[in-house]
């Protein structure tokens, strides 16, 4: 099974931050890595997909980057909006894999 | 506007059964896989099971194998997930989840219906 590394567990960060949220596949995955974001007592929603390409709706300010085993979510300004968690899931192969998440905190 | 509403979560004692079933719109269902994904209260996501657009094929995390099964009737747009024998670690809210131009690839997800099991 393919383990999924996300780094850091939670950050504190300011409105207007830029934000950068690192995951690592324990073997290589080529591009299938997606990123979701889920607020509190709600559903994942899908950001990125194909380790970059943004899902329709997402604004600009998310971005993808990565290939193999190495992955960036990055929010270039972040807003209140934007408090929530972050997972990053595989898509290479069964089992699927998420990433532990990321919370992104008010400082 | 694609839409995916779960229902059947409840209250089970320790080795029941429950039947989970998503409703689907705003897609056509059979051109698509489809799967379940669960989270335990304040943890993270698990996937559970995904299957084919046509439901010949499936595939299921090794935590539920052959405690649960997935399957969909195309012809109502539904997708179902048959948990038997459960357990405490079970309990989460289930999350159905529409698959995009790969399988695994989780791109609209319904609301979640919350599986507690207890005694």
């Known amino acids: 099974d393919i383990q999924m590394t996300q780094s850091p567990s939670s950050l504190s960060a300011s409105v207007g931050d830029r934000v950068t949220i690192t995951c690592r596949a324990s073997?290589?995955?080529?591009?299938?890595l997606a990123w979701f974001q889920q607020k509190p007592g709600k559903a994942p929603k899908s950001l990125i997909y194909?380790?970059?390409s943004l899902q329709s709706g997402v604004p600009s300010k998310f971005s993808g980057s990565g290939s193999g085993t190495d992955f960036t979510l990055t929010i270039s300004s972040l807003q209140p909006e934007d408090f929530a968690t972050y997972y990053c899931?595989?898509?290479?192969?069964?089992?699927?894999?998420f990433g532990g998440g990321t919370k992104v905190e008010i400082k | 506007e694609v839409q995916l509403l779960e229902s059947g979560g409840g209250l089970v004692q320790p080795g029941g059964s429950l039947r989970l079933s998503c409703a689907a719109s705003?897609?056509?269902?059979?051109?698509?896989?489809m799967s379940w994904v669960r989270q335990a209260p304040g943890k993270g996501l698990e996937w559970v099971s995904t299957?084919?657009?046509?439901?010949?094929?499936?595939n299921y995390a090794d935590s539920v194998k052959g405690r649960f099964t997935i399957s969909r009737d195309n012809s109502k747009n539904t997708l179902f997930l048959q948990m038997n024998s459960l357990r405490a670690e079970d309990t989460a809210v289930y999350y159905c989840?529409?698959?995009?131009?790969?399988?695994?690839?989780?791109?609209?997800w319904g609301q979640g219906t919350l599986v507690t099991v207890s005694s």
């Open positions: 899931q595989e898509y290479n192969s069964y089992p699927l894999t």
């Open positions: 299957i084919s657009g046509s439901g010949g094929s499936t």
């Open positions: 705003g897609f056509t269902f059979s051109n698509h896989a």
């Open positions: 073997q290589g995955i080529s591009n299938y």
């Open positions: 989840a529409k698959g995009g131009s790969s399988p695994g690839l989780l791109d609209y």
């Open positions: 194909g380790a970059s």
